[in-house]
C-alpha cells in the first residue's frame, strides 16, 4: 500500500519559483510512477506531467515547457515537482498521485493514490 | 492534446435518483478513460478505470460504459455521500487530459 505526503503550503512572489515534495512511503520500490495535478480555485483538474523515478524518465505537458521541471531522488522514494517564473495564474493546489498500471486486456493507467494537495499561493 | 467534454457542466438530483454524466473525447481513446470524484478540499478519488472497471472498494451502484469517443457514467441509485463533482479524464495519450468536470449538488 503506497501513501503520498506532499510538502506544506507556499506564498510566493511573482517571478520566483517554488519546488513541490512528494514522498511515498509503504511499498516503494521505485517501480512506479508519480503523476502531478493542478487545480485553480473554482477551477477543475489539470494534468501537468509524470515521472518515473526508477527510470529517471519525465514528461510535463507542452503548456508547461520551460517553466516545469519534474524530478526524483529514488535514495527517499521523493518526487518534485517545480515550477519558474511564477505567475498569478499559477496560484493552485498541487497534487501528486501514483499513475497505476491496470493489467487488463492490455495495460490501463488510471491514478489510484493520492497526495493531500499541496496549496501554492502566488502573490506580491 | 485530445479534448475531453463533459455534460453537464452541473446537475441537480435528489436521493435515489438515478445520474448520468457523459464525457467525450475529440478523438478515439479506446477505452482508455478514467472517472473520479472529489469532494470539496479533498483529493479525486479513482472511481472507474479503463471505461467500466470499478475500482477496489467503490461502491456498486457507480458505472461506467463506452468505448471510442463517448463515455458514461452512471449512479443509479444516489446516496449522500455521492453530492460531488466528477472529473473523466483520458490515458490514452500525454497529456492526459480532463473533462471540466460536472458538479452534483442536491435538488
Known amino acids: 500500500q503506497v501513501h503520498l505526503v506532499q510538502s506544506g503550503a507556499e506564498v510566493k512572489e511573482p517571478g520566483s519559483s517554488v519546488k513541490v515534495s512528494c514522498k511515498a512511503s509503504?511499498?516503494?520500490?521505485?517501480?512506479?510512477?508519480i503523476t502531478w495535478v493542478r487545480q485553480a480555485p473554482g477551477q477543475g483538474l489539470e494534468w501537468m506531467g509524470r515521472?518515473?523515478?526508477?527510470?529517471?524518465?519525465?514528461y510535463h505537458a507542452q503548456k508547461f515547457q520551460g517553466r516545469v521541471t519534474i524530478t526524483a531522488d529514488t535514495s527517499t522514494s521523493t518526487a518534485y515537482m517545480e515550477i519558474s517564473s511564477l505567475r498569478s495564474e499559477d496560484t493552485a493546489v498541487y497534487y501528486c498521485?501514483?499513475?497505476?498500471?491496470?493489467?487488463?486486456?492490455?495495460?490501463?493507467?488510471?491514478?489510484?493514490?493520492w497526495g493531500q494537495g499541496t496549496t501554492v499561493i502566488v502573490s506580491s | 492534446d485530445i479534448q475531453m467534454t463533459q455534460s453537464p457542466s452541473s446537475l441537480s438530483a435528489s436521493v435515489g435518483d438515478r445520474v448520468t454524466i457523459t464525457c467525450r473525447a475529440s478523438?478515439?481513446?479506446?477505452?482508455?478513460l478514467n472517472w473520479y470524484q472529489q469532494k470539496p478540499g479533498k483529493a479525486p478519488k479513482l472511481l472507474i478505470y479503463?471505461?467500466?472497471i470499478l475500482q477496489s472498494g467503490v461502491p456498486s451502484r457507480f458505472s461506467g460504459s463506452g468505448s471510442g469517443t463517448a463515455f458514461t457514467l452512471t449512479i443509479s441509485s444516489l446516496q449522500p455521500e455521492d453530492f460531488a463533482t466528477y472529473y473523466c479524464?483520458?490515458?490514452?495519450?500525454?497529456?492526459?487530459?480532463f473533462g471540466q468536470g460536472t458538479k452534483l449538488d442536491i435538488k
Open positions: 498521485a501514483r499513475l497505476h498500471t491496470f493489467l487488463l486486456t492490455g495495460y490501463f493507467y488510471a491514478m489510484d493514490v
Open positions: 509503504g511499498d516503494t520500490s521505485n517501480n512506479y510512477t
Open positions: 515521472i518515473t523515478p526508477g527510470l529517471r524518465v519525465g
Open positions: 478523438q478515439s481513446i479506446s477505452r482508455y
Open positions: 479503463a471505461a467500466s
Open positions: 479524464q483520458q490515458s490514452n495519450s500525454f497529456p492526459y487530459t
